[in-house]
């Protein structure tokens, strides 16, 4: 799983876990946002996703203002109305000739687009690239209603009002027939001239149409922001600080049933880490989290911490869980080693990377295993990749930032079941410069209340040489 | 005449008891009687879902003649093959099989073909938004369609169309119409997740006494027979979304519970069964309720058959007002 310079926000919903429970959290109002975010790439370019931040920043900002509420209350109205035009702005520029229904699509779209400008200007927000859109209007409104209802009206043709108001007084139904013709004949005439018009128009109603998708995404953005408490990140080189990082899918999951997410504070350098924690102390939603956080930060979107100071990459890749390996047919191991291949063969290509994997050669031999953890570290730390890498195995010989999740921080007389052990978990994570490795899987596991016999009591021998 | 007894209700449907009985015919004339009397009408249809795209456009459908001001929703399918000027008011979002669709006010008068949309639902809030646009009444081309999950049931009000078309024996066209008007006339069940119901497709469902709903998990009606233990989990009254056909009410006929049990359709055109079926349902007990009801305020017929029999139409009427208590127009007369 990676996501790289080609990847589209859709294809990353698919990789990324939590994103698809961020992009349901996008109140995006039109078909045409929505299109614009999913088609929208893994942005590498700082200016670009700085720009979009800012953007973002400056909504929220009339977001919470009491005065300016309304106003992109408004603006929200506004865009729930609009529809995908992109066909028919392709007939336009192919000079076909439209028929009423398209007629009446531009000519809402650019009613519509004039009243989104309109509250831009009244609220300040920096938005440059609209068109005006009053002479397109003007066209396909002769009687200046402002209304977006559209027919060939009679003010676009003398000859067409004359025949009219002689077919509604014409009683002989020959007659009648051959003037309906006559009349929509004339009005293709219109509809033909009006084409041509509007087809001057019609690079300015794509800019607008790309420019309304854009505006509706940011909006989202922003109320999703505010919604999800996300924050915005800074953009840094060489070092990433998330502090107070949480899992929001996660996090609303355990609110729903009144328990608390503990966010978590980390930071990363372009050099490897290598973490350890007990089972269930929530390594690999950390390791979700930091992918969630560096994608979302790269398709432009505010991250779930508290406060993130962030380094862009070229590409996310990540070694998590075993849903490949299903998929693919191979097993478990060799899936894993392949995506661990791929992520040394694209670090050895300096491309920038953050890579994440979990339990890296977790189902083989502990001896092997090591060896595979310690040269995939040293290869990380030779090319100046931040790795983090999460592992369960003891004596992993090399000199790399290490940090232990907490752990259980009571001792074996409080009583706990699998449903309380998460209010007893301390999810923070410590640095440590040895190499410790908590043995807590049989603690857990009695918590989870598993045969007695499994966790070692009086009976079984086998467990007789171990110190706790 | 009926025509002024419509004007009290807001939205009207007609439908046709069987082809060739004339419903074309009285909604034209109900659209121009209404013109008269200087009233404005609202019209559109109820749709017919995707797989029947290809009955539709090769059969032949009737054409509406529509007076001026007149407003109507079809499909962009139709709209573009419309024999009328009209000004364009709205277009909506969502596609039917036949495409969005568009909202218009006639401007010169002329012909249409009327599509709708496919829900009971959609059809209730385009109803709904063609208030906006202030007609004195709407009216809908119902359909009475195993096919269409729309329902002409959402309108306040109703006429029927019958006669020889259905059959050309005077006591067995009575007995069908009456009938149908029986079932038009069953009770409507009050629970407050009643849009929640119409928007289900098809399963069997159990309504609580709280009104909360359960899915019985019973895939088909037709599939009752196997699935009968979990029909009375969670009480009595069992909703089915889909239609429903004699089998399903033999097969509730025969539970012990029978004698208290309530079945909830979503309206009287969703009840396939035989007339002998229901009575033997309602005899042992059993209840049954819909979700939409209408008032049925006519009953126009065609004495015409297809075949080009015609029947006496001042017998079919004096008989047919005994029989239904409702009053009976021949509109060609």
Known sequence: ?468 | MFIDDILNYRSLSIVGMEKNTGKTEALNYVIRQLDRRGKTAAVTSIGIDGENVDLVTHTHKPEIKLPENTIFITSEKHYKQRMLSSEILDISNRRTALGRLVTARVKMPGKVILSGPPTATWLKENIQQLQRYNPDITIVDGALSRKSLGSPAVTDCMILTTGAALSTHLPELISKTKYITQLINIEEYETKNTDYLLNLENGIYAIGGDGEIHDLKIPSSLLLEQYHDRLYAYGSTIYVAGIVTGKVLELLRVQKEIADTTLVVKDFSKIYASKENVRAFLKKGGKISVLLKTRLIAVCINPLSPSGYLMDSDLLKLELEKALDIPVYDIKK
């Open chain 1, 1 to 468: 799983m990676k996501l790289s310079k080609s990847s589209t926000f859709q294809s990353a919903v698919q990789q990324i876990s939590g994103l698809s429970f961020i992009y349901e959290n996008l109140p995006i109002h039109s078909s045409l946002g929505r299109k614009k975010l999913m088609e929208s790439l893994f942005c590498t370019d700082q200016c670009e996703i700085e720009e979009t931040l800012d953007l973002t920043a400056q909504l929220i900002g009339l977001l919470k203002e009491t005065q300016t509420k309304d106003r992109i209350g408004e603006l929200s109205d506004y865009l729930s109305q609009f529809h995908d035009i992109s066909h028919t702005l392709a007939n336009l520029s192919a000079q076909k000739v439209l028929d009423d229904i398209q007629f009446f699509e531009i000519k809402k779209f650019a009613i519509l687009t004039e009243n989104v400008i309109e509250i831009l200007q009244k609220t300040d927000i920096s938005w440059a690239e609209f068109y005006e859109m009053k002479e397109v209007v003007a066209l396909l409104d002769p009687e200046g209603r402002r209304i977006p209802h559209f027919y060939i009206y009679a003010e676009y043709s003398d000859e067409i009002a004359r025949k009219r108001k002689q077919y509604s007084k014409e009683k002989n139904p020959d007659v009648k027939e051959s003037l309906f013709l006559e009349i929509s004949r004339l009005e293709d005439g219109v509809r033909e001239k009006l084409s041509k018009q509007l087809s001057a128009f019609s690079t300015q109603l794509f800019v607008n149409f790309q420019q309304i998708s854009a505006l509706d995404l940011v909006l989202a953005k922003a109320k999703m922001a505010i919604r999800l408490d996300l924050c915005k990140p800074k953009i840094e080189s060489g070092r990433s600080s998330l502090r107070g990082l949480f899992h929001p899918e996660v996090s609303s999951l355990l609110q729903s049933k009144s328990r608390r997410y503990q966010p978590v504070d980390l930071s990363f350098e372009l050099s490897p880490l290598l973490i350890t924690g007990a089972n269930m102390s929530g390594k690999t939603i950390l390791l979700k989290s930091v992918a969630l956080a560096q994608a979302m930060l790269q398709f432009g979107l505010y991250v779930p911490a508290a406060h993130a100071s962030m380094m862009l990459v070229d590409e996310v890749m990540l070694s998590i869980g075993e849903r490949e390996s299903e998929m693919s047919g191979l097993s478990s191991f060799a899936a894993e080693i392949l995506t661990i291949d791929d992520i040394v063969k694209t670090v050895k290509k300096n491309v920038k990377v953050v890579a994440l994997v979990d339990e890296l050669a977790r189902t083989t031999n502990p001896e092997e295993g090591k060896l595979i953890v310690k040269s995939f570290i040293e290869i990380m730390a030779r090319y100046n990749t931040p790795a983090i890498v999460t592992t369960h195995y003891a004596g992993i010989d090399t000199c790399v930032r290490r940090l232990r999740v907490k752990g259980l921080q009571i001792d074996d007389n409080v009583e706990i079941t699998a449903e309380t052990i998460n209010d007893y978990m301390d999810y923070s994570l410590a640095e440590i410069t040895e190499d410790e490795v908590p043995e807590e899987a049989l603690r857990i596991a009695r918590i989870l209340g598993v045969d007695e016999e499994l966790t070692g009591n009086q009976k079984n021998s086998t467990f007789a040489g171990l110190k706790k």
